[in-house]
């Protein structure tokens, strides 16, 4: 069964699932809870980003939403400069990217450390986050685009379809939009983690002294790595600037950068379904205590955060996977006896 899951027909599996739910969730759902789930969409892919530099690459990453960030605004500037979103959703990918590949280079070449590594890129993440809010007044302009400081650019165009500057996505498109996003990014990086370079990628991962050792130059395949998950990350970043037709400083913000790296923890790292789940989870929760004024939502998050730390250290995905091989097994060798009895 993991065999399964793990191969060709676990991806046939998890499209045909992908492509119902796109298909059925809209038809079942009033249209507010389908805006929430929307953004649900678009923060998994988020979560994907670093599921693959943390789970599979062993890069512990926190400033993630650096390039989430860098993504959204890149989008908005492009696209209220140009009208037509066809360059500025490709520029939301290829800028994080290169960003990221910048940054990597000088971290993952001077051989930082992992503890390092995590500090330097949370330290990024905020320095953007004070200087995108100092960037109020007429004199920050770039173009037509207005970056506004802690106000942030409002009214940011959505996207449309290739060519036709006029003909926006309805909220029922961006769900479809986000969906069959995040549905490719999945697919993408199951087939990409399947290939000689993911597998060179968990080699690293596992052990990096013997995969040098090798021949493989692990700088090169993590800094590789590191610079797909940052185009991912600015890809939900223009999905996000599309949801909210809004983008602030505050996804640079420190809270941004710790959910990111909850929803891999409660999901399970080492998985690509894990950060999804978790995203999916942990944002319903918090969307859940948001609407009451009982309980404080922070110290509710933060008790779950530990329980799961404490009590799935694996994650959900990762113990649940376990449970459904263990009964596998327990029924494979069960099966054997029950049919040796019955001949005897």
Known sequence: MTAACNGTGGIVAAVIIGLALLVVVPLVVDPIFLIELTSYVILA????SLGLIWGYGGILCFGQSAFFGI???AYAIAVINMGDSTIPLILSIVVPALFAALLGYFLFYARITDVYFGVITLTVTLILYKLMGTTSGSAYTIGNAAIGGYNGIPAIPPLNLP????TFLSLDGLFYAAGLTLLAVYVGLRLMLKSRFGQVVVAIRENERRAELLGY???FYKLAAFTIGGGIAGLAGCL????GMFISPDV????????VIIWVIVGGTGTLLGPIVGCFLVQWIATQLGTQQVLNANLVLGTILIGFVLLVPKGIT???????????QRRSYAKPLVEKRSVS
């Open 45 to 48: 892919i988020l979560a994907l």
């Open 217 to 219: 130059d692990a700088r």
């Open 252 to 259: 640079f913000g420190l809270a941004q950068s710790a959910q």
């Open 163 to 166: 060519g036709s500057p006029t």
């Open 71 to 73: 993504g959204a605004y």
């Open 318 to 328: 990762p113990t649940v996977l376990d449970l459904i091989e263990r009964t596998c």
């Open 240 to 243: 996000f600037a599309n949801w």
